[in-house]
């Protein structure tokens, strides 16, 4: 079983930064965040293969969102130019293998953060 710890949510102004973190000790494979507002479907934001690095981002993360990952698997989302529409709860997900950014595909979540992002 894969737990994941999610941490670094908050409330910031727009066109502030947060950054996100995701602890999923020893875990290899593919690890991603989404989020989720309610009423909406929960959407991929970014993804990263923890073997090679490799990431891809969802169009509303490009240039603004960092996905990354550091020595002891740990996951992180750098999240810049922070806009109202970026407001949701943020999911730290899990899955083994190559995977992409779709969230039929992750067998594991974390509990979610909160982002709000005000104007």
């Known amino acids: 079983q894969v737990q994941l710890v999610e941490s670094g949510g908050g409330s910031v102004q727009a066109g502030g930064s947060l950054r996100l973190s995701c602890a999923a000790s020893?875990?290899?494979?593919?690890m991603a965040w989404f989020r989720q507002v309610p009423g909406k479907e929960r959407e991929g934001v970014a993804r990263?293969?923890?073997?090679?690095?490799?990431t891809y981002y969802a169009d509303s993360a490009k240039g603004r969102f960092i996905i990354s990952q550091d020595n002891a698997k740990k996951v992180y989302l750098q999240m810049n130019s922070l806009k109202p529409e970026d407001t949701a709860m943020y999911y730290c997900a899990a899955s083994r293998g190559y995977t992409p950014l779709n969230r039929d595909y992750y067998n594991y979540w974390g509990q979610g953060t909160q982002v709000t992002v005000s104007s």
């Open positions: 990263i293969y923890t073997n090679s690095g490799n």
């Open positions: 020893g875990f290899t494979g593919t």
